[in-house]
């Protein structure tokens, strides 16, 4: 597995080995040792998720101020730009962004880290996304950040308004959200 380091410290792009012949492809999408001897992180995955959008849907940016989760996010069909944001007040690099393409054609997965929010935006007229997740979903502690907040300055792929969750179109400010410390 080959890694890849972003903008952000701790935000990671793999690539698994891909064997393709005649018949297809075969790669190996998750290997506990791989995973940790890639990223230095050993973690358990505790729920996988598998979401299908249609072009233009902008889903996040996503995060949970309690039981924070890591996620690591592949795409099976499609193509997204997926987007991390550190929300660690106490990291240098504290509000800052990083965006990747994650889609059926390069293989490429994205680990990123408890601490960040997470959002992506579906390039393709449809995509399909299977993440795995260090913690359970608690809807009571998830919180939103507003995709478009000045403060972000996160240049998005896209023509036009997003589709968006009423939650999205209702996101905080960075400036007024509850962060990690």
């Not at 792009?13 to 005649?22: I, M």
């Not at 550190?86 to 680990?111: E, H, I, K, V, Y």
């Not at 601490?115 to 996304?129: D, I, K, P, Q």
Request: hydrophobic content about 35%; charged content about 25%.
């Amino acid at each position: 597995m080959k890694t890849i380091t972003t903008d952000l410290p701790g935000v990671l792009l793999l690539e698994p080995r891909v064997f393709a012949d005649n018949r297809g492809f075969f790669y190996e999408s998750y290997n506990r040792r791989s995973f940790r001897e890639a990223t230095g992180y050993d973690v358990e995955f505790v729920q996988d998720n598998h979401s299908a959008s249609t072009r233009g849907v902008l889903r996040g940016i996503h995060y949970q101020i309690r039981q924070p989760q890591g996620k690591l996010i592949r795409v099976v069909a499609g193509e997204v730009y997926d987007l991390a944001v550190d929300l660690r007040r106490s990291s240098p690099s504290f509000g800052r962004s990083t965006g990747f393409r994650l889609s059926d054609q390069n293989n490429r997965m994205a680990w990123i880290p408890p601490g960040f929010g997470h959002a992506y935006l579906t390039l393709s007229e449809r995509a399909e996304a299977l993440y795995k997740t260090t913690d359970y979903y608690a809807p009571q502690h998830e919180r939103t950040l507003l995709w478009n907040d000045p403060a972000l300055g996160i240049d998005w792929p896209l023509e036009g308004k997003p589709i968006l969750a009423p939650k999205d179109e209702q996101g905080a400010l960075l400036q007024d959200a509850e962060v990690y410390e």
